[in-house]
C-alpha cells in the first residue's frame, strides 16, 4: 500500500522568503500525487497535482511542486512567502482515488 | 461548477446520542464519495467511501456508519456517539482515478 511522509510538522519563515515543504512517499507503482491547503476551520483546497508527464509541476498561489521519482519525493516550494500562505498543507499519495493517503500535514507560520 | 455541501459546520453532542452529518454535490452525476475524520493536528483518516449508490466501503472499524440513498447524497451516521467521536468531519468527492478530491467545508462535532 501507499503511504506518505511530511518531513517537519511545523515550518516557520519570513515573509518573501523561499518556502519548501517536504513530502517523501512511498509505493509500489508510479502514483498520483498531490498537495492540499487548508485554513483554519475549513475543508481542503487543491493547490496541485501529478499524474503523467511534466515533472514540474504548477499550482495556485504562486506554489510549484517537483516530481522526483529517484528519490520518491514530491517538495513543494514558493519563491517568496506571503503572509496569506500561513496555513496547514497536506501531501497526498493515490494509486487508484478510492485509496488516497494524506501525510501528517505541515502547518507553515509566516513572519512578518 | 460542480460544489459540495456539508452540514452544519458545528454540532455539539452529548454521549451516547446519535448522529446524522449529511453531504450533497451539485453539477457532477456518480461521483466517488469520501468521509474522513480529522482529529486536532493530525492527518486525515479516511473512514468510508462509496463508488455508487447504495455502495459503501469502510475503512476503520467503529461505531459509525455511513450511507448512499441517492447519488450524489452522503450520510454519515451513528446510534450512539463517544466521546472519541470527536473531531473535524470532511466530505469530499472525485470523478476519477486520476482526479482530486474535492472537499466541503467540514463539520466540526464536540461530544460532551
Known amino acids: 500500500a501507499q503511504s506518505v511522509t511530511q518531513l517537519g510538522s511545523h515550518v516557520s519563515v519570513s515573509e518573501g522568503a523561499l518556502v519548501l515543504l517536504r513530502c517523501n512517499y512511498s509505493?509500489?507503482?508510479?502514483?498520483?500525487l498531490f498537495w492540499y491547503v487548508q485554513y483554519p476551520n475549513q475543508g481542503l483546497q487543491l493547490l496541485l497535482k501529478?499524474?503523467?508527464?511534466?515533472?514540474l509541476v504548477k499550482g495556485i498561489n504562486g506554489f510549484e511542486a517537483e516530481f522526483k521519482k529517484s528519490e520518491t519525493s514530491f517538495h513543494l516550494t514558493k519563491p517568496s512567502a506571503h503572509m496569506s500562505d500561513a496555513a496547514e498543507y497536506f501531501c497526498?499519495?493515490?494509486?487508484?482515488?478510492?485509496?488516497?493517503?494524506f501525510g501528517a500535514g505541515t502547518r507553515l507560520t509566516v513572519k512578518p | 461548477s460542480q460544489t459540495i455541501h456539508q452540514w452544519p459546520a458545528t454540532l455539539v453532542q452529548p454521549v451516547g446520542s446519535p448522529l446524522s452529518l449529511e453531504c450533497t454535490v451539485e453539477?457532477?452525476?456518480?461521483?466517488?464519495l469520501y468521509w474522513y475524520r480529522q482529529a486536532a493536528g493530525r492527518g486525515l483518516q479516511l473512514l468510508f467511501y462509496?463508488?455508487?449508490?447504495?455502495?459503501i466501503s469502510s475503512e476503520v472499524p467503529q461505531n459509525l456508519s455511513a450511507s448512499r440513498p441517492q447519488d450524489r447524497q452522503f450520510i454519515l451516521s451513528s446510534k450512539k456517539l463517544l466521546l472519541s467521536d470527536s473531531g473535524f468531519y470532511l466530505c469530499?468527492?472525485?470523478?476519477?482515478?486520476?482526479?482530486?478530491?474535492?472537499f466541503g467545508d467540514g463539520t466540526r462535532l464536540s461530544i460532551l
Open positions: 469530499a468527492w472525485s470523478s476519477g482515478a486520476d482526479q482530486p478530491q474535492h
Open positions: 509505493s509500489s507503482v508510479p502514483p498520483y
Open positions: 501529478y499524474t503523467t508527464g511534466a515533472t
Open positions: 497526498a499519495v493515490s494509486l487508484n482515488n478510492n485509496d488516497m493517503r
Open positions: 453539477g457532477t452525476s456518480n461521483p466517488n
Open positions: 462509496s463508488v455508487g449508490i447504495g455502495q
